[in-house]
């Protein structure tokens, strides 16, 4: 047993070891100081009498079975002694379990008379010994892991078999370097991270790198290096032992794994099928390969749906999406072609440059293909598939369908180039998953583009075009849903031209969003058109459109008590709504509106001051029984009249008042007085919040006009038919002075008509009026509120034919009611110049 403490961990080393020397008949002769002090026995009791008065049953029967348990070292009874262990008295009393070995001093051969030396140590010590012996022994036995001694120099000492088992490793490694056998650049990492554990004494600890050899660079692994330094017994680094654990296939597996998660997130990333297969070439290339590419069905671009078995037939591919380093020359070379979505799997073990497109399984499921372009076997006369060799330099390919419903919706194709590992049977099943999951996500896509279209097809059929011109005004409208998703909603403008050169303006916003408020916002746009075309006032008009929601409201609950009867519940659409309708006319630079709960118009001068009309807003359209209040005001020529939703001035950063301050504001720095409209809208809703809104915002632009007094011709007649002759010569001579002889004989006949009519059923003073704007409007007022109609004459009466001729000469026309009576009025177009 050690005296002292030493960096020797061999218990039964001959420096300060406790030890006795015995005679042939196994008396003590000799004592260590070691012993003394592993026994507190002193050398002068112990020296001279029997060995085996030391143990804890002094019996000869004792000695005998110590002796017959001790083993010989090598199993022989030869060699340089054998071990074994006993239990001896200690001088305190005490029994204490030791391990010992015995070395003959002459041949070895136990039970001949000789001296012999016995070296002892605790039980434990022995047993902690040799389970390291033991553990250093295996531990460069085993093969599942690397395990290698390096001295201070980074040279090998020691390895196991398994060390880098890879291909271009020497058999003898001893005293060689890493650079030796590996990549250089792999080389120096691996040094690297090991001479910083042999300088600061810091283990190393699951430290990931790559190992690639010079005779196969390509086909490097990765391992897992955890490493530690060892001192000599002063304490001085005398090198490393690390442990090489290859990780390639886990890695491998985990990498596998990521990409399948991270293209499941670039999958469902958009709603967009471009947006959507773009985002998984970029995930794929170049983590899985060095250029991917999607192609598709060309019907599925634009929402349509590939037939149910076209995943077996050749479709027309359109390259949609391509990413990797050989992304140009994808583009270039192959943009369009036709190939079949599905095809068998080229068996791993056989897959080569050759054979012809793949055939149809007769299974009808959709597999991907393998193909190594170098490196296997070729088929005498075969060559490989033009998708595989579509990008220069590449090694291997593979593609998989995407299919989803047993529909092919296209197909995913990756390639290798250049050094990178060639693609394997496990690399075809993941890009077959991913293709799985791409054809989902392209399908879900597809669907939305379908509907989106189909919605979005509604809203602009039901919306008037953008920009509008009239002889009354310049108008520029937008709309932004709050769902961009969908792109619908229920928000609408509309500019309705109607008769004498007027035009009315109308903004309307109906609760809620979606395909429901869009359908309802139809309804109140066909309904307040066809009540313009009446001629109705505001007030008047709005009260009809009221009476109109309120049915509808009625029909929705009607709708939903007999969906209550366990049938499938059918959301219903909204049933209330907001909308101002204003009447402009130029003649008279008039312009009349009323409210039913939508905010006010702003009005922007030609001086650049922006005012708010006041008005006395109704309540909204569908809540019954009030009336609604017309407030009429005079516009300069040049006025900016700008007709809006809650959606512009509610965005949830302030109150009303704030809003429509800054929508003030807005249309101060847009200049919407000095420039076109159509440009200016979308600088007001500029720097809106992007994304979703809380609401969708109407903006409708109008920039009044007004009609050259030079233009417009009036006459007060008196109620007698003799002023017919003379209505038709004061027409005629107008008519001469606007350079509209062409017009003549048709305004002519107009004229005559209409007032003998109002002179013969109405009586009273009549007023003839000319309009010359982008028609020519005659006007004949009178006193009467008697609806003028229409009617077919029988060939035997006389009468009854001139509205008949009114409708045959004229481009349109009808009747308006005011407080003083009525208007009739004609239209004829005007020649071309």
Aim: glycine share 12%; proline share 7%.
């Amino acid at each position: 047993m050690r005296a002292t403490e030493s960096n020797q961990d061999y218990p039964f080393a001959v420096t300060n070891t406790a030890a006795a020397l015995l005679d042939g008949a196994g008396t003590v002769v000799a004592w260590t100081p070691a012993a003394e002090a592993l026994l507190e026995r002193r050398s002068a009791d112990v020296c001279g009498r029997p060995a085996r008065e030391l143990l804890a049953d002094p019996d000869p029967g004792s000695w005998e079975a110590v002796l017959a348990q001790s083993r010989y070292e090598g199993g022989n009874g030869g060699g340089d002694g054998w071990e074994g262990r006993a239990t001896l008295r200690h001088g305190s009393g005490r029994e204490l379990e030791i391990g010992f070995r015995v070395i003959p001093l002459n041949d070895g051969v136990r039970g001949e008379a000789g001296r012999c030396l016995v070296l002892g140590a605790p039980l434990e010590l022995v047993a902690r010994w040799r389970q390291d012996h033991a553990f250093t022994q295996e531990l460069f036995l085993q093969g599942r892991v690397g395990l290698a001694v390096f001295d201070a120099d980074l040279r090998l000492l020691r390895t196991n078999t398994h060390l880098l088992p890879y291909t271009g490793v020497p058999v003898d490694l001893k005293g060689r370097r890493l650079s030796d056998f590996l990549w250089a650049s792999d080389a120096r990492t691996i040094d690297d991270r090991l001479r910083e554990v042999l300088h600061s004494g810091i283990p190393l600890i699951g430290f990931h790198t790559t190992a690639s050899t010079l005779d196969d660079p390509r086909g490097g692994r990765i391992v897992t290096i955890q490493a530690f330094r060892l001192q000599q017994p002063d304490g001085r680094p005398m090198g490393v032992a690390a442990v090489f654990t290859d990780v390639t296939d886990h890695e491998r597996s985990r990498g596998r794994l990521d990409l399948l998660y991270r293209a499941t997130g670039a999958l469902g990333g958009s709603l967009s099928v471009l947006r959507t297969v773009e985002d998984l070439v970029g995930v794929l290339a170049p983590s899985f390969g060095d250029c991917a590419a999607v192609d598709l069905v060309e019907t599925v671009l634009s929402g349509g749906e590939p037939p149910a078995d076209g995943h077996h037939l050749p479709l027309p591919l359109i390259r949609m999406a391509v990413a990797g380093a050989e992304a140009d020359a994808l583009r270039k070379g192959t943009t369009r072609f036709s190939a079949p979505l599905a095809g068998a799997v080229a068996h791993p073990a056989t897959t080569g440059a050759g054979g012809p497109e793949p055939a149809v399984p007769e299974d009808r499921e959709c597999r991907g293909e393998l193909i190594t372009l170098r490196g296997a076997p070729t088929e005498p006369g075969s060559d490989p598939p033009k998708w595989a060799t579509a990008v220069p330099g590449a090694h291997s390919a593979m593609t998989a369908p995407l299919c989803a419903r047993g529909i092919g919706f296209g197909r995913l194709t990756l390639w290798r180039t250049g050094d990178t590992a060639p693609l394997e049977a496990d690399d075809l099943a993941l890009l077959e998953e991913i293709a799985a999951r791409a054809a989902v996500a392209v399908d879900n896509a597809r669907r939305y583009t379908k509907e989106r279209r189909t919605a979005v097809g509604l809203q602009r059929s039901l919306l008037p075009p953008a920009t509008a011109e009239t002889p009354a005004v310049e108008a520029a409208g937008l709309y932004l849903p709050a769902d961009a998703d969908s792109g619908v909603g229920g928000d609408w403008f509309d500019v309705i031209p109607l008769s004498s050169a007027r035009v009315a303006l109308v903004a309307g916003d109906v609760t809620g969003h979606g395909l429901h408020a869009t359908a309802m916002m139809g309804r109140l746009r066909s309904a307040v058109r066809a009540m313009a075309d009446l001629e109705l006032e505001p007030e008047e008009l709005l009260a009809h459109v009221d009476d109109m929601v309120l049915q509808v409201g009625a029909e929705a609950e009607s709708d939903a008590a007999e969906d209550g009867d366990g049938g499938t519940p059918v959301p219903g659409g909204p049933a209330g709504a907001t909308c101002l309708y204003a009447v402009y006319d130029p003649v008279t630079r008039g312009c009349v509106m009323a409210s039913a709960g939508h905010p006010p118009p702003a009005v922007v001068g030609p001086d650049g001051t922006v005012e708010y009309v006041e008005l006395s807003p109704g309540p909204p359209l569908g809540v019954g029984g009030w009336p609604f209040e017309a407030v009429e005001r005079e516009l300069a020529p040049g006025s900016v009249l700008a007709l809006y939703t809650d959606g512009l001035i509610e965005r949830g950063e302030g109150d009303i008042d704030e809003g429509m301050r800054d929508l003030a504001d807005r249309l101060l720095r847009a200049d919407v007085v000095g420039r076109p409209l159509r440009e200016a809208r979308h600088d007001i809703v500029e720097g809106l919040p992007p994304g979703r809104l809380r609401d969708d915002v109407t903006l409708l632009l109008a920039r009044t006009r007004v009609v050259d007094a030079a233009s417009i011709a009036t006459w007060q007649l008196d109620a007698d038919p003799a002023v017919v002759a003379d209505a038709r010569h004061l027409v005629l001579a107008q008519l001469t002075a606007w350079d509209l002889d062409e017009l003549a004989f048709g305004t002519e006949l107009i004229v005559s008509e209409l007032v003998t009519n109002a002179i013969r059923h109405a009586g009273g003073p009549v007023r003839l009026r000319l309009i010359r704007a982008d028609t020519l409007t005659c006007e004949v007022s009178d006193s009467s509120n008697t609806q003028p109609r229409m009617r077919r004459a029988r060939s035997s009466e006389e009468g009854g034919r001139g509205l008949y001729i009114v409708a045959q000469l004229s481009h349109r026309w009808g009747s308006r009611y005011a407080r003083g009576g009525k208007t009739v009025w004609s239209e004829q177009s005007l020649p071309l110049p």
